[in-house]
């Protein structure tokens, strides 16, 4: 405690008794403690005990004492000293032009407050939100308010219901804020009225003089004829846009998906609509009232101007009992940027088809984590995959996994979907999706964890699969048809299981948690991981081709169908690709640290194994590989040459699989666009490996980094002299 800070005088009001409260001044009596207290020591009562200490709050520290920064003791403080006054101005012009800044400011607090912080500090630090009764008098400040409640009450409903939310749970705590008022359930029937309303006056002040003998009786929004049009429109697409906006959250809850293509509507008329809002920003500035904030890249508002009726301390008392933390609102232009984003992000959620694939589902799911979506896409999101248990709460987990497993429709509703070890699996699939629509880090660290649940659920039913049918059981016999179920889950289970080891070494590069003297391991381990998921791939591809040619055999295979079963197929041809710059990554790599002694830098804490075990303890821990460790990896590149890279130049492959390829996907757009990138990192490194084998023992100017501007997973070799 700062001793001085006893003594000098409240700058505050004392706080009022209550019924069951009565506050005393202890300075003297603490002032007296100081002067008893020696360094260390600590007057407590009996009941103080070391988990209060940790809880507990520093007082007189405004960066840690939450009452401290209060410019008022009580919301009713506030509002007697004209925070948030009814009307906003008795000037009709000056109130429109307030009403304008508030519902900006609130604009940028909602995207503020989507971006993780409290919303007792964004939205709720407008005190015309606090109290609803107060703004009945002002039809469009009372339908707005409404409005933005629902709004934040069915955004908070979305992201508690799926459970996305980040680190820290701030985002779906309201502190017994009023997110519910009476009649809030209203609010669009209120601010449609609101909007016909203004609608008429824009109408009255553009008609022509021989028709506003017809239409005197409508009263003007305000008094100046002159900016009577600008304000009307301005007020219109922020109404408008509050409107569309709270609709697509509504259509996106319907079940089953069936609200997306009305949600898609919506969107686009948010989207038309916020663009109307951004270039309003010219004649509110043009037309602004009193100063103006500083800045004009920084300001909150449209206008410029300082909202009227905002405190961010009127709830401190409310909030945790945590220091208050220093919130930085986004400016109006960010919290533009950030709706539109959103509402792409929604408007791909909402355009697709939903498939019942498990493939192309999670390859649209990975696709669309590219973009780095923010929370409130991602929970819509997640709540449309899974509804009650089942795919968009359509399909049963059981007949996703049959179709993943490749295995007729015929057996969709096979009593084997009772079996203990089936319904667990289920659940794991939907653990999965729910996990993929979670943030970078939180997905990485849960797909790591759930990597040992995927290789127990394929032990037990191989055990279960063994017991009752035998070490013998075929498939291609036909004749039990729980057996050959079983036998493709094991195959598409093992698949899977290597999937997500894939999708968890790669967001390894996305998150930055892979230094370039650990690159060398982490590719040898993609490649590996990579050559078991082409090779599980493949086995359920030939064991499901298998199965449907045992249906109709023909007497004598032709050679035209036999040159078509030697045909790899794309999917496969598309891993071999990152097989092969994989490899000739890591033997590259190795080659370096090997000839030319780059890349070694032993760190003063830690050995290259311990970071071996670091960085692959979960996948170690599930056996992902099988006998793969440590000394595979040294044993693999310790050996590596640039003369045997030059021989076989894994770069070449991987371009030429590339092009080769690409047919196989022509009706597939992302697979197109990676395949592009991948030809383009394996010609890049061909290149360069080429120049480093040439000049590279001669020329110690020779300068090699691996810098990823094509391709988030797999680096571009880039060779400079010093």
């Known amino acids: 405690m700062d001793r001085h800070a006893l ?26 403690a100081c002067k008893d207290l020696r360094d260390g020591e600590l007057i407590h009562g009996e009941n103080f005990n070391l ?17 401290i920064v209060n410019r008022y003791c009580s919301f009713d403080e506030a509002i007697d000293d004209g925070v948030a006054p009814v009307p906003i101005s008795s000037d009709k012009t000056t109130d429109v032009q307030c009403m304008i800044d508030i519902m900006d400011y609130l604009l940028t607090c909602e995207a503020t407050w989507h971006k993780g912080h409290s919303l007792a500090q964004t939205v709720f630090s407008c005190a015309y939100l606090l109290r609803p009764e107060r703004t009945s008098s002002h039809a469009l400040l009372h339908s707005y308010c409404k409005v933005i409640r629902a709004t934040c009450k069915a955004v908070i409903t979305v992201v508690s219901d799926a459970r996305t939310h980040e680190e820290e749970d701030l985002f ?20 449609n009225a609101v909007e016909e309303n203004i609608s008429r006056q824009l109408r009255a002040c553009k008609a022509p003089s021989s028709k506003r003998k017809q239409l005197e009786d409508i009263e003007p929004l305000q008094t100046n004829s002159d900016l009577e049009e600008g304000y009307c429109k301005a007020l219109l697409c922020r109404l408008r846009f509050r409107k569309h906006f709270f609709h697509v959250l509504t259509c996106m809850r319907r079940p089953q998906g069936r609200g997306l293509e009305l ?37 909150t508002t449209a206008s410029g101007h300082q909202a009227i009726g905002f405190d961010a301390s009127l709830n401190s008392r409310i909030s945790a009992p945590t220091p208050p933390r220093s919130i930085k609102i986004l400016s109006w232009k960010k919290a533009i940027e950030y709706f539109e984003k959103l509402l792409h992000d929604l408007d791909i959620i909402c355009s697709y088809p939903l498939d019942p694939s498990l493939e192309v589902l999670l390859r649209f799911v990975a696709q669309f984590q590219k973009a780095r979506p923010d929370l ?45 070890y089936v319904v667990q699996l ?49 498939v291609s016999n036909g004749e039990n048809a729980s057996a050959r179920i079983l036998k493709h889950i094991l195959i598409w289970v093992e698949e899977q299981t290597y999937w997500i080891s894939h999708r968890f070494l790669v967001l390894g590069f996305e998150l ?8 060398c391991m982490v590719y040898w381990y993609l490649y590996v991981v990579l050559i078991r998921l082409a090779e599980k791939t493949h086995l359920k591809m030939t064991v499901s081709d298998g199965s449907a040619k045992q249906k109709g055999k023909k007497r004598k295979d032709s050679p035209k169908d036999l040159a078509r079963d030697t045909r790899i197929p794309p999917a496969i041809l598309f891993l071999q690709c990152q097989i092969c710059l994989a490899e000739g990554l890591t033997l590259l790599l190795a ?90 990192v394996a010609e890049h490194n061909s290149i360069a490996l080429n120049v480093i084998c040439q000049v590279g023992a001669l020329d110690p100017s020779l300068k090699v980094s691996f810098e990823f501007i094509h391709h988030p997973c797999f680096a571009t070799v880039v060779v400079k002299r010093s």
């Open 7 to 32: 003594h000098q005088p409240s700058s505050s009001s004392s706080i009022p008794a209550t019924a069951n409260t009565v506050w005393a001044d202890a300075s003297s009596l603490l002032e007296a």
């Open 51 to 67: 988990y209060a200490a940790m809880s507990a709050l520093e007082i007189m520290d405004p960066k840690m004492d939450s009452g």
């Open 172 to 191: 779906t705590m309201a502190y017994g804020l009023p997110l519910s008022g009476d009649g809030d359930e209203k609010c669009l029937s209120l601010l």
């Open 263 to 299: 949600a898609r509507k919506h969107i686009a008329s948010c989207i038309s609509e916020l663009g109307i809002i951004l270039k309003s920003a010219e004649f509110l500035m043009s037309s602004a009232y009193g100063t103006c904030e500083d800045g004009t890249e920084d300001r």
């Open 376 to 420: 409130v896409a991602r929970a819509h999101l997640q709540l449309l995959l899974v509804q009650d248990g089942k795919l968009y709460g359509r399909c049963p987990m059981f007949s996703l996994i049959i179709r993943a497993a490749r295995l007729p429709e015929v057996f969709l509703h096979h009593d084997i979907q009772k079996n203990e």
């Open 426 to 474: 289920g659940q794991l699939v939907i653990n999965m999706l729910k996990i993929l629509c979670t943030n970078a880090a939180w997905q990485r660290r849960k797909l790591g964890k759930i990597l040992q649940d995927w290789r127990v659920i394929y032990v037990q039913i191989e055990l279960a699969f063994r017991k009752e049918f035998g070490e013998g059981s075929s």
């Open 512 to 519: 930055e948690l892979y230094s370039p003297s650990e690159y």
């Open 591 to 680: 080659a370096l640290r090997n000839e030319l002694m780059v890349l070694q830098s032993p760190s003063p804490f830690n050995s290259e194994h311990e970071r071996f075990i670091q960085h692959f303890e979960l996948l170690q821990k599930a056996c992902i590989p099988d006998h793969i460790s440590y000394p595979s990896f040294k044993e693999s590149t310790s050996c590596a040459r640039f003369s045997t890279l030059v021989m076989y130049n894994y770069f070449k492959d991987a371009q030429n699989i590339a092009k080769e390829v690409r047919s196989g996907f022509s009706n597939d757009p992302d697979r197109l666009a990676e395949l592009r990138v991948l030809e383009q």
